[in-house]
Every structure is written in C-alpha cells, then in structure tokens.
C-alpha cells in the first residue's frame, strides 16, 4: 500500500498540469485577443513612456 500514498500526489500534480496547459492552450486566440493584445500594448506603452524631465535644471 505505500506505493499507492508514493504514487497518488505526483499522479495528482499531474492531473492538475495537464488541467492548466489545456486551459492555456484553449485561451489563446479567439474573440479576446484583439482586447488582450491591446490591454498588453496599452501597459507596455505606459512603461516605455519617456519621463518628463524637470522644466527648469537644479543650477
């Protein structure tokens, strides 16, 4: 019977990583990805974003 409690948590972990890369998978593309990809362009835009400089230098 150990090999039973040795095997159930790694057949379990498996279960669920085949679960979440389906669910992954099954996501990818479809009527929100245009949103999405804006979503993502619209955050990276924010980051890039040159910082204002100060108007007057420290002098």
């Known amino acids: 019977m150990d090999y039973v409690s040795a095997l159930l948590p ?11 890369i389906r669910v992954i998978v099954k996501t990818q593309g479809g009527a929100n990805k245009a949103k999405e990809d804006a979503a993502v362009d619209a955050a990276l835009a924010r980051v890039e ?6 108007a007057t230098p420290d002098a």
């Open 10 to 20: 790694p057949a379990v972990m498996a279960v669920f990583f085949v679960g979440v």
């Open 49 to 54: 974003s040159p910082r204002q400089a100060p």
